[in-house]
């Protein structure tokens, strides 16, 4: 595939909305959706509707967050394999670096003053920063948004065998699951939640089958 030739900021704000998140999408909410669906009220919380800086819905904050991405990893692999960007466009990028990452702090400052669940997440790398922001703006529990910025501090590129094992259990259990990131102690509870709850509708269903009022 061709690289597209950035010659402008603009261009590259424009381009990169093209390629980075196409479509809005929560994994948390699509799987707090997939559990109702299946008449589960798990005993864990799920998905969360954070304030968000602005007061932005997360659509409109998402849009934003692409374009802080953009600007803070211009220089990477995850932006060069869809860009020549020119040299002029590069030093522009870099000059503008600094007010991003401004952005950035103040809306982790934002999110943590007005979502008291979240105050006490510890943010110390631009990552972490990236993940509450990301955490805030789809709607992960505080758990999981501590659990995903523990796993950037301890890099691993060997996947976690135990947690794969879980989802496909879940996914079992509830016929579909989306690529949610839960730890192995919450998916644990999940599971056993879901269990639970599909043994009793199972046997309400039995009941009703056969004409049996509830006592």
């Given at each position: 595939?061709?690289?597209?030739?950035?010659?402008?900021?603009?261009?590259?704000?424009?381009?990169?909305?093209?390629?980075?998140?196409?479509?809005?999408?929560?994994?948390?909410?699509?799987?707090?959706e997939?559990?109702?669906?299946?008449?589960?009220?798990?005993?864990?919380?799920?998905?969360?509707?954070?304030?968000?800086?602005?007061?932005?819905?997360?659509?409109?904050?998402?849009?934003?967050?692409?374009?802080?991405?953009?600007?803070?990893?211009?220089?990477?692999?995850?932006?060069?394999?869809?860009?020549?960007?020119d040299?002029?466009?590069?030093?522009?990028?870099?000059?503008?670096?600094?007010?991003?990452?401004?952005?950035?702090?103040?809306?982790?400052?934002?999110?943590?003053?007005?979502?008291?669940?979240?105050?006490?997440?510890?943010?110390?790398?631009?990552?972490?920063?990236?993940a509450?922001?990301?955490?805030?703006?789809?709607?992960?529990?505080?758990?999981?948004?501590?659990?995903?910025?523990?796993?950037?501090?301890?890099?691993?590129?060997?996947?976690?065998?135990?947690?794969?094992?879980?989802?496909d259990?879940?996914?079992?259990?509830?016929g579909?699951?989306?690529?949610?990131?839960?730890?192995?102690?919450?998916?644990?509870?999940?599971?056993?939640?879901?269990?639970?709850?599909?043994?009793?509708?199972?046997?309400?269903?039995?009941?009703?089958?056969?004409?049996?009022?509830?006592?």
């Amino acid at each position: 595939m061709a690289k597209t030739l950035i010659t402008s900021v603009n261009q590259f704000e424009t381009e990169w909305a093209k390629v980075f998140r196409t479509n809005f999408d929560s994994s948390a909410k699509q799987l707090n959706e997939i559990l109702l669906e299946n008449n589960i009220f798990p005993s864990i919380k799920i998905f969360y509707e954070y304030k968000l800086p602005n007061n932005f819905s997360p659509q409109e904050f998402e849009k934003e967050i692409k374009k802080i991405w953009g600007h803070l990893i211009f220089d990477t692999n995850s932006v060069t394999i869809y860009f020549d960007i020119d040299k002029k466009t590069l030093n522009e990028l870099e000059k503008q670096r600094s007010k991003h990452t401004d952005i950035l702090t103040s809306w982790v400052n934002n999110i943590k003053n007005n979502n008291p669940e979240l105050s006490n997440i510890s943010v110390k790398t631009q990552d972490n920063a990236l993940a509450l922001v990301d955490g805030a703006c789809y709607g992960f529990t505080p758990e999981d948004i501590e659990f995903f910025i523990n796993k950037q501090t301890y890099k691993s590129d060997k996947k976690d065998y135990k947690i794969e094992e879980k989802k496909d259990e879940l996914e079992k259990l509830l016929g579909k699951t989306p690529s949610f990131v839960l730890s192995s102690e919450r998916l644990d509870t999940l599971i056993d939640s879901v269990k639970k709850q599909k043994r009793f509708n199972d046997y309400i269903e039995w009941r009703q089958s056969r004409g049996m009022e509830d006592e």
